[in-house]
Structures are given as structure tokens and as C-alpha cells.
């Protein structure tokens, strides 16, 4: 009785649930890479967002007369710590703010330079949490205008806090931060920002 046979090697029980075992493995591992995948895209598009926002707040922002560089030298965006934003910046580097340039560099390690240019724009970094405090500490005194997408830095003294909120991105500023620093932030950018004072 040919008939009643097993046509293939995987009709018993026990291969059949190998078979589905690695068929579901297989499917689970292909998920993962496309889900892997979506996160990377979601990850890049933030941080598009939030680049572009840096163009804008420096669009918006005046800093005092005796910054260096003056009115008219590239206005420096730093980035502390490990950079989130990648390529992020690319469609932004040829764009002008009011006429200058947007020079955007990592910084070094440990405390600055004494005798380095200050920059305009601080951005730190999420893996700068254990030393935000102390960094603050450094730029306080200086026209440096601090930014972080880190929780509760506009709270501990930075000055802008980006936070994403509903699909959105949106931000607080700390106007005693701004002030002390002797910086101007246009009041059509502060409608748009929550005040933390």
C-alpha cells in the first residue's frame, strides 16, 4: 500500500514541527530586519527634524556683538558627545542663516580649549547625560547657545530642550538661561516654544 506512505520526508510529526519550527524562525528573523529597519528610517527622519530645527533657532537667535566671528563669519554649531544626527545636517550645510554659513563640527574631548573660538551653537548629546551638568557649567558666562534633546535639560539649565511629543517635535527654552547668557531669541520663535523658567 504505496498509497498510505508518506509522500515526502516531512510528513511525520516530528519533521512537520522542525519544518514550521524553522519556517517561523525564518519569518521572526525577516521581521526583525525589517522592523530593525523602520526603527533606523524613524531614527533618521527625527533627527532630520530636529537638524532642521537647529537651522531655524539659529535663524531666530542673536547673539551680542562681541561674539567672535562678529556679524558676518560662519556661525559654528558644535556637537558634544556621540553624534545622533549623521547625515542629518547634509541638506542644511549649503544653506545660509541671514548670510552666513552653518559650520557644523564634533567637539573634542574633555574641557575645551582656553584659547579655542567658542561656539555659537553647543548640541549635547544623549551620551553626555553623567556630565550635562558640568558642561553647563562651562558654557554659563558665554554666548553659547545650549541645546539637547536630553530630558530635563532646559530644567537643569541648557537652554533649548527639544522633546518629541506626539509624532512631533517640539521645544522649551529656558529664557533665564537665554538671558544670562546675553543672547536674543525672536518672540516668533518663543510662541512656538514651552517657557521654562
Excluded at 537667535?61 to 549623521?86: N, Q, R
Excluded at 559650520?103 to 573634542?108: K, R, T
Excluded at 551638568?133 to 562651562?138: G, I, K, N, T
Aim: net charge negative; with cysteine.
Amino acid at each position: 500500500m504505496d498509497l498510505l506512505r508518506p509522500a515526502t520526508p516531512f510528513a511525520s510529526d516530528g519533521n512537520r514541527m522542525k519544518l514550521l519550527l524553522k519556517i517561523l524562525l525564518i519569518q521572526a528573523l525577516l521581521l526583525g530586519a525589517v522592523l530593525g529597519e523602520a526603527a533606523a528610517d524613524h531614527a533618521d527622519r527625527e533627527y532630520r527634524i530636529k537638524a532642521a530645527l537647529m537651522y531655524n533657532f539659529a535663524k531666530y537667535v542673536a547673539w551680542p556683538a562681541g561674539m567672535p566671528g562678529g556679524d558676518t563669519g560662519s556661525i559654528k554649531l558644535c556637537i558634544k558627545g556621540e553624534d545622533p544626527f549623521g547625515a542629518a545636517f547634509d541638506p542644511i550645510r549649503e544653506k545660509k542663516v541671514r548670510g552666513r554659513s552653518l559650520e557644523i563640527a564634533l567637539c573634542g574631548e574633555g574641557e575645551p580649549d582656553p584659547g579655542a573660538e567658542p561656539p555659537h551653537m553647543l548640541f549635547v548629546a544623549g551620551s553626555e547625560k553623567e556630565t550635562v551638568e558640568a558642561l553647563l557649567d562651562l558654557c554659563r558666562g558665554y554666548p553659547i547657545l545650549t541645546v539637547s534633546d536630553m530630558e530635563g535639560f532646559a530644567e537643569k539649565g541648557g537652554m533649548i530642550e527639544m522633546v518629541r511629543k506626539n509624532n512631533s517635535i517640539k521645544f522649551k527654552v529656558n529664557l533665564g538661561a537665554v538671558e544670562e547668557a546675553g543672547i536674543s531669541i525672536s518672540s516668533r520663535l518663543l510662541k512656538l516654544a514651552t517657557i521654562v523658567e
